[in-house]
């Protein structure tokens, strides 16, 4: 649907979910003046001249009720985006929206892409801002460039989640990579991604890259042991320290399927969170897969507190790999791949900047 000032503004139909309809794009004659996204109760609300409606998970629209707003003092801007979420109370991202170019719900999860006037075309999924076309490029190369370019020669990569194609672009600029699997249930995602965003979905179109539509966990049951030189998971947002993709029985599989001395890497939260107890993370990690574990950190400013992490562990092998002094350096100009331009924010001083912590880290037995 596309904004507009107009009093004769039609009550905005494109913003039902629906589980029949594959594809639903948005209308020209549709138009909402307020799209308000959040992580608790509310999914989305859009304000018309004439009335208010809020979407809720049951997926029909309901006459709205202030409390459910009031209730996390977000303010109703008009023609802003904005996200909040329990995990990082006190505050909410807002972006201006220029156009909202699609809303649908697949079988798993609701989503939706909107133009906005700062970041170029951004992705939602339940709520949850996944990336911009602006920001994607730090997340996606320093996810992969990181584990990747910390052993030499990987050939086999496994890839779970990261249904946007984002990781799998980056992958294909390593020449030594012979196969790569990737995990995503979503296929509707997937082809969402396509859509609207070519240039990060053009991942899949790597011949080395072999699609599995199946659940990570129920893959790697069927995984051969020591198949792969890296593993990198990005199937969930947010990633907490009791969430299942960081429970043994789920990092236990990740390690039988590694060979020694192969190398994960998976989403590990800001720095900035009081849920983030890197200490307990170093404990498991090290217990299950009795290698080297580090832990680094990347600027991406539409992401809560602008700052993301990485856990990178190593599974035991006849050398400890060192994540913060790359063997396997990349060419920022040279190595393409399927993405056919140069890296735009990964470097092999990032790589080891990365790793620095602040000092309100290192106090805590850490590094």
């Known amino acids: 649907m596309e904004r507009s000032s107009s009093s004769s503004t039609k009550m905005v139909s494109a913003v039902v979910f629906s589980k029949d309809s594959f594809f639903k794009m948005a209308r020209e004659d549709e138009a909402a003046n307020l799209v308000l996204i959040t992580n608790g109760g509310i999914r989305s609300k859009i304000v018309t001249t004439s009335t208010t409606n809020t979407i809720t998970a049951n ?6 009720d202030d409390h ?25 991202h807002f972006l201006k929206v220029e156009k909202i170019l699609f809303e649908g719900k697949s079988e798993y999860q609701s989503m939706m892409v909107f133009q906005s006037s700062a970041y170029g075309k951004v992705f939602v999924l339940d709520g ?22 910390s052993v030499p020669n990987p050939k086999k990569v496994l890839l779970i989640g ?3 194609g984002g990781i799998l672009r980056e992958i294909s600029r390593h020449s030594s990579v012979e196969h790569i699997d990737i995990c995503e249930i979503d296929t509707m995602l997937i082809n969402v991604y396509k859509e609207f965003f070519p240039q990060i979905a053009v991942g899949y179109e790597d011949s080395r890259v072999k699609l ?3 659940d990570g966990t129920v893959f790697l049951k069927s995984v051969s042991g020591g198949t792969y030189d890296a593993i990198i998971v990005d ?9 299942e993709l960081h429970k043994t029985p789920f990092l236990e599989l990740v390690a039988k399927a590694l060979r020694p001395g192969g190398v994960l890497c998976i989403q590990a939260e800001s720095l900035w969170f009081k849920s983030l107890d890197l200490q307990q993370l170093y404990s498991k990690y090290r217990q299950i897969f ?38 396997n350096p990349i060419d920022p100009n040279g190595s393409y791949g399927v993405a056919k331009a140069p890296l735009k924010f990964y470097n092999s001083e990032v790589h080891s900047a990365s790793f620095c912590l602040p000092s309100f880290l290192k106090g805590k037995g850490i590094n």
């Open 212 to 214: 599995h539509v199946i």
């Open 162 to 164: 990261g249904g946007d």
């Open 290 to 327: 009795k290698g080297s574990t580090d832990y680094a950190w990347t600027i991406v400013p539409t992401y809560p507190s602008g700052v993301i992490g990485f856990l990178l562990c190593s599974k035991e092998g006849p050398n400890d790999v060192d994540f913060r002094n790359p063997i």
């Open 59 to 64: 997926d029909k629209l309901v006459p709205h």
């Open 128 to 149: 949850a801002l996944q990336l911009t076309e602006k920001d994607e490029c730090a997340y996606q190369e320093m996810m992969t460039h990181l584990p990747l370019c």
């Open 235 to 243: 199937a969930f947002d947010p990633i907490r320290p009791d969430h």
């Open 68 to 92: 459910l707003t009031t209730t996390r003092n977000i303010p109703n801007i008009p023609g802003w985006f904005a996200e909040d979420c329990p995990i990082w109370p006190g505050e909410a």
